[in-house]
């Protein structure tokens, strides 16, 4: 059904581009988005396998957390820079990239405080 949606979306944005490039512009992200909610609809099930994986390893839903938000932001920011890339708008696409990587440091920061937490704990103890 993706790929039916994707490939109509193309005939219909060619064959429109000619005529009214805006239009055309639309129905593409349009029809981008509509896939990506798609796609994000059918990954539900994956989201719950992970954070009952998580659960059951003992990790605690910090760690599935931060690993589900980090997946998340990658696939929003791909799609929005291929739709900026798209529409011709290159510098826009490379800063949304940007800010998605600056994004998942943030959310990665208390994995960073954990690790640490744990290494200075491995000194302290090889030290005493």
Do not use: H, N, W
């Not at 949606?5 to 944005?13: D, E, I, P």
């Amino acid at each position: 059904m993706t790929a039916g949606l994707a490939a109509a979306a193309v005939f219909g944005a060619v064959a429109l581009k000619r005529y009214s490039p805006e239009i055309s512009a639309v129905l593409s992200v349009s029809a981008g988005a509509v896939i990506l909610v798609g796609i994000l609809l059918r990954a539900v099930p994956v989201v719950r396998e992970i954070s009952q994986l998580s659960e059951r390893a003992g990790l605690g839903t910090v760690y599935g957390t931060v690993l589900l938000k980090t997946i998340g932001i990658c696939f929003i920011c791909r799609f929005t820079a291929e739709t900026c890339r798209d529409s011709g708008q290159g510098a826009l696409a490379s800063k949304v990239e940007l800010a998605g990587k600056i994004a998942v440091l943030l959310i990665a920061l208390p994995l960073f405080e954990d690790i640490l937490g744990i290494a200075s704990g491995l000194l302290s103890v090889g030290a005493g």
